[in-house]
């Protein structure tokens, strides 16, 4: 079978559905869905990276992982895949405003194009791009829900209290 063939798969979090796909070689989606959503159509042979991906985001969800360690191969514009590599810099249980992530980008005064480059993040948790917050340390938006960046966000230690569930979702 051809390297480059799509794969995905479904995983059952905490937080609801996630949908991973991939190809052989890279994880290049991981977003929600919801349970009644249409079954993605499936390459007939087994994918032992989308099978690793689900292991370590079911560690993380049990909290014995912080860190991810996949082939990730997401697809943007070139200021997008910036924003997105500087999304790994924020330490697990951290968090940094869109204004700070321009900074770091070098482009201060572009928050909003940070922000729009965020939300279009296509590696949910991966990249973790729901470690991104407002300047005030407010919650803003999280293409999931602001229910489920609350969590991840508690989940991680950036937050005071962890939810048990997630009403909203």
């Not at 079954?39 to 099978?51: D, G, I, R, V």
């Not at 005030?136 to 939810?163: C, F, I, N, Q, V």
Request: with cysteine; glycine share 10%; hydrophobic share 35%.
């Amino acid at each position: 079978m051809n390297r480059r063939t799509p794969f995905s798969m479904r995983l059952h979090s905490p937080l609801g559905i996630l949908l991973l796909q991939g190809t052989s070689t890279a994880i290049t989606r991981v977003g929600w869905v919801s349970a009644d959503s249409p079954p993605e159509s499936l390459a007939s042979e087994h994918c032992a990276l989308l099978e690793d991906c689900a292991a370590q985001l079911l560690t993380y969800f049990d909290g014995s992982r912080t860190q991810f360690d996949l082939p990730l191969a997401p697809q943007g514009t070139s200021f997008q895949e910036r924003v997105w590599r500087q999304l790994h810099f924020i330490s697990h249980g951290e968090t940094c405003s869109y204004s700070a992530l321009a900074t770091r980008l070098g482009s201060p005064g572009s928050a909003r194009a940070v922000g729009s480059a965020v939300r279009s993040n296509p590696l949910l948790i991966l990249q973790p791009c729901h470690r991104v917050v407002g300047a005030d340390g407010s919650m803003t938006g999280y293409s999931g829900g602001l229910p489920r960046k609350e969590w991840l966000l508690a989940h991680e230690g950036a937050l005071p209290e962890h939810p048990k569930s997630v009403s909203g979702i």
